[in-house]
């Protein structure tokens, strides 16, 4: 069994749901349980409706209503040979949320309870007009409301999963068709309540929610069908020659979604991860293409690979500099504390005898800081920095790797090198008009052509 999900942008219009279902149809074999997002921009569409409903601009809500189910009966007559059943259905769907938005504009009032319900149309309308599609090629569907089956706390607009009970309704309601043979197409983003009300899982929820399905079917695989090939080893926009990554342990992941870069949130794939259940993040677009597995059990790269480089700034970068701190204990407890009170974040953080560099936010008040620390330490501040690091498992101990980076470099020096904090992070602090031509001196080092001929092997372990 597998969780095959695809975004928004995978089921955006005609087209895209017929690839996606020749996706689909393609790993029949493999007993494929579809979580959908909504189609294309509908999400935002709905959520702007609720919000002029409450601003008393009804008349506006109801437009996009209508370009939502607009698009939605194009895509399905553009689809179907048949698509009256279907399009009777949406019909009904639009006058259940046209009567929940007007109950909004006449109270004033949306609570977050009335939201879910309005913004969930959005993947009940992709799956119904999915499956359909899927039952007209002559496969056998189950359309699943995953409001049976994702069973959620009360915070609506962010809930939270119950995953015993989830677990317990994918037996009763999931598995056993998925057992029978039958593909099943059901809602990401979307639960309930134990009484029975809409909810949503937050923004983005819906790889979430394929997850947590994988986990609750002990999927071989989760698969995340998107308009990227993967996660790249670096931001295209900076490295031209950046490439897909086969595959990043979820430490690896995290440590690359904390510098932004575009990968899956860790908190969103955790579900799979302790079932150890492979992610796999693709192209809808070009299946046969590269694709980047995240993989619970690979725990070191052989050879000390980097697994990709992220970048993040602008930082600011502080020394503090203080006769006292020689030989004195309790001095970096007495430095910090003033940065707890002020509510500096600390990000990187390298000291040396009578000095301690660290970088912060640009935000950070850095006047109230001195003022702080005066008659203790002097600080001298450096802005415009920006954060370059390179992961992968067992950099540490990868060795000569330190030495190449730093070469690579040359004649850039960083201003700060932090390399041991954890095993997967090599950081250097450089100008941020620097980044640029570090990312690429490091990506050419490590994933240009010399690079690819001694290409480190990466296995699972
Ligand atoms: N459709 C929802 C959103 O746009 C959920 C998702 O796409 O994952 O946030
Ligand atoms: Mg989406």
Request: aromatic share 4%; with cysteine.
């Amino acid at each position: 069994m597998i969780v095959m999900k695809f975004g928004g942008s995978s089921v955006a219009n005609a087209l895209r749901m017929h690839n996606a279902a020749d996706l689909v149809e393609n790993a029949k074999h493999a007993q494929p349980c579809v979580v959908l997002s909504a189609m294309g921009k509908t999400t935002d569409a709905l959520f702007a409706a609720a919000q002029d409903a409450v601003s008393a601009v009804l008349e506006a809500a109801l437009g996009r209503v209508e370009a939502v189910f607009a698009m939605a009966t194009t895509t399905t007559t553009e689809l179907l040979r048949n698509p009256t059943p279907t399009v009777v259905a949406l019909h009904a769907m639009r006058t259940d949320v046209e009567t929940l938005l007007r109950g909004v504009a006449l109270l004033r009032e949306l609570t977050p309870r009335t939201r879910d319900a309005i913004v969930a149309h959005g993947e009940r309308i992709a799956t119904l007009v999915f499956a359909a599609l899927l039952a007209e090629r002559g496969l056998p569907v189950a359309h699943l409301d995953a409001r049976l089956v994702m069973r959620t706390d009360e915070t609506h607009g962010a809930a939270t999963p119950l995953r015993p009970i989830l677990r317990d309704l994918v037996q009763q309601h999931l598995l056993p068709q998925l057992r029978a043979g039958q593909i099943v197409v059901t809602q990401g983003y979307v639960g309930a309540t134990t009484t029975g009300a809409t909810t949503t899982l937050g923004r983005g929820g819906s790889d979430w929610s394929a997850a947590l399905l994988g986990e609750a079917i002990a999927a071989e695989e989760v698969q995340i069908w998107t308009d990227v090939e993967g996660v790249l080893t670096a931001d295209p926009r900076l490295v031209a020659d950046a490439r897909p990554i086969p595959v990043l342990s979820p430490a690896e992941a995290a440590e690359l979604a904390a510098f932004g870069a575009k990968v899956l949130h860790p908190a969103t794939i955790q579900p799979a991860v302790d079932a150890c259940i492979p992610v796999t993040v693709r192209h809808t677009l070009r299946p046969h293409g590269a694709f980047t597995t995240i993989d619970p059990r690979l725990r070191t790269r052989e050879r000390g690979g980097i697994a990709a480089l992220a970048c993040r700034g602008p930082v600011t970068v502080l020394t503090m500099t203080s006769t006292r701190m020689l030989a004195a204990s309790g001095y970096l407890a007495n430095l910090f504390a003033a940065f707890g009170q002020l509510g500096i974040c600390v990000d990187l953080v390298a000291t040396a005898e009578v000095s301690v560099t660290c970088t912060v936010e640009p935000e950070a008040p850095i006047e109230r800081l001195t003022k702080a620390l005066a008659g203790f330490a002097t600080i001298d501040v450096a802005e415009g920095r920006a954060i370059v690091a390179a992961v992968g498992e067992g950099l540490r101990r990868s060795p000569g790797l330190l030495a190449r980076a730093v070469t690579a470099l040359h004649p850039i020096n960083p201003e700060v090198v932090c390399f041991g904090g954890n095993d997967r992070n090599l950081s250097f602090v450089v100008r941020l008009a620097e980044v640029g031509s570090v990312m690429n001196r490091l990506h050419a080092e490590f994933f240009g052509q010399a690079a690819r001929a001694s290409a480190p092997v990466q296995e699972a372990s």
